[in-house]
């Protein structure tokens, strides 16, 4: 044997050797490490829940298993995800549902993945999750069929974070955060009513009949918006995962909301009988100064004055009671009517001159028709110091002659910058504050009436006050009739929309006298039932939406009533 074999020889009894000794000698061999899904969940998703509004494993780590059955990772979303156990327990009171405060760069999941989340139990903001997470395994696939789900609602806490769907029509109720922040409520059982407006409402019901509808994500002005709906209009097969932020439980939905058009925009309002037509309508804040109140562009200004003509073109009424018109003397006043009569014809409507417009940054105006109304006398208004905008008032007869009738123009004080204490603070009934004030000046418009022995009234416009409040019913105690309530089918009779409650602030009630020659009354719901991101507006609001028409051209309804006076052409 060469030496060269001898050496070769060698090393290969040295390789085998080893080999051989290793594979029939008892050494300890290596342990492979844990597979992550080999440790098990501590904790199941209902026992981190509880049975009560918070969690009873605050601040502990724990683990538990579940299939994910929302993804909002993304840091423009919720940057989490919703995983709820496929096998609940028996406890009704406990949630099955969990979220899981993990961004992508913690673990990207997909709906479906069976997952192992090892996090602490927090109670955030009174949102139970699992914050920070440590882990996220994913672990094979499963699924979990959403809950069927009835408003009104016994309680959301023991649905928390829980794949819902509900069975039922849901009425679009509120959409004022729609373009802010993508958020809509539905309600079951139809909208929902403010309580003072109208008998038979309950407020604690209408809490359970509410479902605030997010869009998944946290970001202001987001770029994709949901369908811009009108309140009134329904929503079907709504299904999505149960969040909570900002102190109210949120649907996140997890498949597109199917909404349906049962409240189709009216191009003019419903039409009204009579040889005589008044109106009355706030132009929230037509400002010819700009940069004060309405407008804060000469852009945003033009497309206001253009969305007022259009809604004024719509109602083409005799007269026309206008509040919240900058009070500047004539100038805005006139402006408005210049820019109607551009369009409808030159010496279509005049305006009065408010003789006492008051202090206050806006006035009441009137304009009417030269060709289907002739003044009786000079405008005239109340100097009671009662009133911080005082009312304007004005006698008409038809063209030629025939019975007069007289407009009272109001816009009783508002509702807000409430007083800590005195009569005038909020007493908690309902009716917010400053309601002493309105009575007082619901009082004062009774004596006017008697006072200048004013034939046939009408006293209109945004009185501030719904329609089962204080100064209403002083009205009605004093002899005048609510023309809204006699000819309006309550379920249209609001104007105006606040916190997701309708209701009537808009009003028009008349004497005895007059209410023989009443002969129908509408609202035209273009501004209450609409998004405020389609308003003039042009901050926040994405440029595509704007339209020179008469929808949102405010943000309460005008309204329309028909009289039949004898006399006249």
Request: aromatic letters at 6%; a negative charge; glycine letters at 10%.
């Amino acid at each position: 044997m060469s030496a060269l074999s001898r050496v070769f020889l060698a090393a290969l009894i040295g390789v085998v050797l080893p080999i051989s000794f290793l594979a029939t000698a008892q050494v300890p061999a290596l342990a492979d490490p844990a597979a992550p899904c080999d440790t098990p969940a501590s904790h199941r998703v209902a026992q981190v829940q509880g049975s009560g509004d918070a969690t009873p494993l605050a601040g502990r780590t724990v683990r538990v298993e579940g299939v994910v059955t929302g993804d909002f990772q993304r840091t423009d979303q919720l940057s989490g995800f919703f995983l709820q156990d496929p096998r609940p327990d028996s406890d009704p009171a406990t949630s099955e549902g969990l979220f899981a405060f993990a961004r992508e760069s913690v673990k990207d999941v997909n709906v479906g993945d069976r997952v192992l989340v090892t996090g602490r139990a927090t109670e955030f903001n009174g949102w139970t999750e699992l914050s920070p997470v440590t882990a996220v395994d994913v672990c094979g696939t499963g699924s979990v069929a959403a809950q069927p789900y009835r408003l009104p609602s016994a309680g959301l806490e023991p649905v928390e974070n829980m794949l819902l769907t509900f069975p039922q029509v849901l009425t679009v109720s509120e959409h004022y955060n729609l373009g802010r922040f993508g958020e809509v409520v539905l309600s079951s059982q139809g909208r929902l009513f403010q309580p003072t407006d109208r008998p038979g409402v309950d407020p604690a019901l209408d809490e359970r009949r509410s479902l605030l509808v997010d869009d998944g994500s946290g970001r202001e002005n987001p770029p994709v918006l949901p369908p811009i709906v009108r309140t009134g209009d329904v929503a079907l097969g709504v299904t999505g995962v149960l969040g909570y932020g900002f102190g109210a439980y949120r649907l996140q939905p997890t498949r597109p909301i199917g909404y349906k058009n049962v409240n189709p925009r009216l191009p003019r309002p419903f039409p009204v009988l009579g040889n005589v037509k008044v109106a009355s309508f706030n132009t929230l804040n037509w400002f010819t100064t700009i940069g004060s109140r309405g407008a804060s562009t000469a852009a945003e200004q033009q497309r206001q004055l253009a969305k007022l003509v259009a809604a004024l073109k719509g109602l083409d009424a005799d007269a026309v009671a206008l509040m919240e018109v900058e009070n500047n003397g004539q100038t805005a006043l006139q402006a408005l009517v210049d820019a109607v009569n551009a369009e409808v014809g030159a010496g279509t409507y005049a305006a009065l001159t408010h003789p006492y417009p008051g202090t206050d940054a806006i006035q009441v105006g009137l304009i009417y028709k030269p060709g289907r109304l002739t003044p009786v006398g000079p405008a005239k208004a109340s100097q009671d110091a009662v009133f911080s905008r005082p009312p304007l008032i004005q006698t008409f007869r038809r063209k030629g002659g025939g019975q007069p009738f007289t407009m009272l123009v109001n816009h009783l004080k508002s509702k807000g910058t409430c007083p800590a204490d005195g009569p005038d603070a909020d007493q908690g009934d309902g009716q917010s504050c400053w309601n002493a004030t309105r009575v007082a000046q619901a009082q004062a418009l009774l004596g006017l009436i008697e006072d200048q022995d004013l034939p046939s009234p009408i006293v209109l416009g945004d009185l501030n006050a719904y329609g089962e409040e204080d100064p209403i019913d002083t009205l009605e105690a004093g002899g005048l009739t609510s023309v809204t309530k006699r000819f309006v089918p309550a379920p249209l009779r609001y104007s105006y929309l606040f916190d997701g409650l309708a209701g009537e602030l808009d009003h028009a009630l008349v004497g005895r006298e007059l209410l023989k020659r009443v002969t129908s009354a509408t609202i035209w719901h273009i501004n209450s039932d609409e998004p405020r991101i389609l308003d003039y507006n042009t901050e926040f609001n994405p440029p595509g939406l704007y339209q020179p028409d008469a929808d949102r051209s405010s943000d309460h309804d005008p309204l329309v009533v028909g009289l039949t006076l004898p006399g006249g052409r």
